[in-house]
């Protein structure tokens, strides 16, 4: 089966930091199978905050996110609407 990926920009002031990062991995740990966080030749579970946080996301930075399952599509999408509502912040 093919990855689907979506990519985003991160507007937040303070980038990917852990408020973020723990709404990703949250929504993440649901997932049937695994979801990346890709940034440039660097990819990270977004299940694990730890992770997201050692791409050291800054505001600007483009980034990919990617599931191995489409039945995993819902949570990509809720990860869309993070992005999308800069984590409310």
Do not use: Y
Request: charge should be negative; hydrophobic fraction near 45%.
């Amino acid at each position: 089966m093919e990855a689907l990926s979506r990519t985003f920009l991160v507007h937040n002031k303070l980038g990917l930091h852990a408020r973020p990062a723990a709404s990703i991995a949250k929504l993440a740990q649901q997932a049937k199978s695994d979801i990346w966080l890709i940034k440039g030749d660097e990819k990270a579970d977004a299940a694990s905050i730890i992770d997201i946080l050692t791409l050291a996301c800054t505001q600007g930075t483009t980034i990919k996110v990617e599931i191995t399952d489409h039945n995993d599509t819902s949570i990509l999408e809720n990860i869309a609407s993070l992005f999308e509502t800069s984590f409310g912040e």
